[in-house]
Nanobody, 119 residues
Framework: QVQLVESGGGLVQPGGSLRLSCVAS????????MGWYRQAPGKPRELVAR???????NYADSVKGRFTISRDNGKNMVYLQMSNLEPEDTAVYYC?????????????WGQGTQVTVSS
């Protein structure tokens, strides 16, 4: 069982920046694809960015050029640097760890951290 703990959310003005962090409990963290998802009120959860164990990265079109995902396997950490934030980025942001094992999929979520972009 992987435990994920996010931090770094908060209230920021439009155009501002925040960095989200997620620490994983699992010692084999490096084998997981790590992702950031978000869910705004009344909307489904959506992928924001993810980084594979090999370092391949995908971003949602809405955040390309503004957000950067990175990972530090030595610290079991994944980060989301968010810049030029917009009110539409307001949501609860969740850290996700995913990998396919021999017999099953492993899919874990953090508890979420609130990001509010407002003047």
């Amino acid at each position: 069982q992987v435990q994920l703990v996010e931090s770094g959310g908060g209230l920021v003005q439009p155009g501002g920046s925040l960095r989200l962090s997620c620490v994983a409990s699992e010692s084999i963290f490096s084998t997981y694809t790590m992702g950031w998802y978000r869910q705004a009120p009344g909307k489904p959860r959506e992928l924001v960015a993810r980084i594979t164990s090999g370092g391949n990265i995908n971003y949602a079109d809405s955040v390309k050029g503004r957000f950067t995902i990175s990972r530090d396997n030595g610290k079991n950490m994944v980060y989301l640097q968010m810049s030029n934030l917009e009110p539409e980025d307001t949501a609860v942001y969740y850290c996700n760890a995913y990998r396919i094992g021999i017999w099953k999929e492993y899919n874990y979520w953090g508890q979420g951290t609130q990001v509010t972009v407002s003047s």
